[in-house]
């Protein structure tokens, strides 16, 4: 300031060193004015700046408002995340630990702490590894050696490398262990209880080799064992393999029940179990089929021996959920080496003797014979050609005369199937029609008989009946009455002039099933006869169950009626059972005249046999229609 002055003083000075004061005056208060014009502008300008930095603070104010509450937000999020992945963590059905590069356990879940029954206090986190092993051993969740178990994880972390491991914890439980190395160090384990998983797996490794319903070894197992036993006959032994069959075991289910049947399985197999040694062992191969493999076997007696056990074992009652319930079986026997040291070779023989004893009427036992495999053969290529014949025409039906004891006049003709084989001749239908009951052949050979039949019998005159053989496997279909019936329309045969014979064997398979076909065809109007009466056990009790039409007295009671000591009180008691119920009785194999006589005498209706006819095919059948007719008219 006081140099501002001395400048406006020597600005009012003039040349001769005189102060001009209105001069000065003028200057000052320029001066002065100028000076207030900067302080105006100066004031202005700090105004402005302390609005500016009032707008900027309230901004900042709000901004750092807004951030805070976005922070607030992130960490409440952060909280329900950290809240939800504990929750997730520690509901998790694995345990899971997580360890640092420095050994020092970061995270533990409570599941791991529930599984082995760990105290909070020890596992959390800052424990190292080997204390977390060491506590587990104390509290006793662990079992093995701490150091050793510590540096096999160590060395596989190490490495780098993950590893799945199953260990067994004190009280038995199986637990899975997991050990997942980290990119910079440490690692996360986890622990899974797989007790469960793994006795279902070996429940299912196990159904794999043993039969659900009696536990023993099945086919599987079976011949993998006996492959082993194969390889293990020592010099100057041999090994037994016996197929057992249960003999008639499906009438055990179709007359007690499936229950009852599974019962008498799981009994038959306690007992097989206990007539083997140790060294032996028993499987069950399906449905009623066990085997047997006894090994070290020195001679065939010791085969024999236990055979013999097997049967007094196996024949004594078992109780079957209230039910006492008697068995027995077919046993065929194959030896190693001496009837194949190949598994299949063996034990298709000892299948072979199996059908073998069970062809000798069953109950009994058979050991393998060369011959039994030349029997199948022979029975394969039988039923070969059968199938080729049923394909090409090959059969043909004979038709035998039954006629009346009283006039000798013809009544009626029995249908029978004949086989003329193109190399063989004829074959009996005893060879071939066993093997067509057996491959289910029969039932379309019999529909075709019973079509062929009718259609010639509708020829005949009209008093001459048709008989038609029904085996028991055609009874088992439920169609068997309306094939009848269309085999009757095809002809125009009359529905009483066709008799059906059926045997024991169809009643005692299933009699109520049975009774009802045979009510269904006495419904239609055809007749029914009762064949081979007196050879089965309960045929008397049948006739009390069903109104036959006819009895055929069987020729094993025909053949010697002759004799002092021969049949024929059997057959007057059979005909008088048979008179009493208006039911026709004939005689089967009647070849002499002695037996026609002595047939006639004692009451018996009609007869049929070799003294009047053999079968015949249907043209010489209708010769022998004329000429019995016209014999029989020069007669009267």
Known sequence: MRSLILKQIAKATDATGAVDMNKLAALVGGSYEEFDRDRRRTDRLMSLMIEEIDANNCNLEQLVAKRTSELSAREADLRAQNERFDIALNNMTQGLLLYDSSERLIVCNQRYVEMYGMSRDVAKPGCSFRDLVVHRKDTGSFKGDVDAFCSSVLRNVASGEVTHNVVETADGRSIEIVNRPLPHGGWVTTHEDVTKRKRAEERVTHLAHYDPLTDLPNRALFHQRLALELTRIAAGEQLAVLYIDIDEFKSVNDTLGHLIGDELLKSVAVSLSRCVQEADFVARLGGDEFAVVQTTVKDRQEVSDLVARIYRSIREPYECLGHRVTTDASIGIALAPQHGSDLDQLLKNADLAMYAAKAAGRRTCRFFEPEMDARVKARRILEMDLRQAMAEGGFEVYYQPCVSLANNEITGCEALLRWRHPERGMIPPSEFIPVAEETGLISELGKWVLTTACLEAATWPGHIKLAVNVSPIQFKDDMFALK?????????????????????????????????????????????????????????????????????????????????????????????????????????????????????????????????????????????????????????
């Open 484 to 636: 009848v019936v269309a085999a009757l329309a095809a002809s125009g045969l009359a529905a009483s002039r066709l008799e059906l014979e059926i045997t024991e064997a169809v009643l005692i398979r299933d009699d109520d099933a049975a009774l009802a076909i045979l009510h269904q065809l006495r419904a239609i109007g055809v007749r029914i006869a009762l064949d081979d009466f007196g050879t089965g056990y309960s045929s008397l009790s049948y006739l009390q169950r069903f109104p036959f039409d006819k009895i055929k007295i069987d020729r094993c009671f025909v053949s010697d009626i002759a004799d002092s000591d021969g049949s024929s009180s059997i057959v007057r008691a059979v005909v008088s059972i048979a008179a009493a119920r208006n039911i026709t009785t004939t005689a089967e194999g009647v070849e002499t005249e002695e037996q026609r006589s002595l047939l006639r005498t004692v009451g018996c209706t009609e007869m049929q046999g070799y003294l009047f006819s053999p079968a015949k095919p249907a043209a010489e059948l209708k010769i022998l229609f004329f000429s019995h007719r016209t014999k029989r008219k020069a007669l009267v």
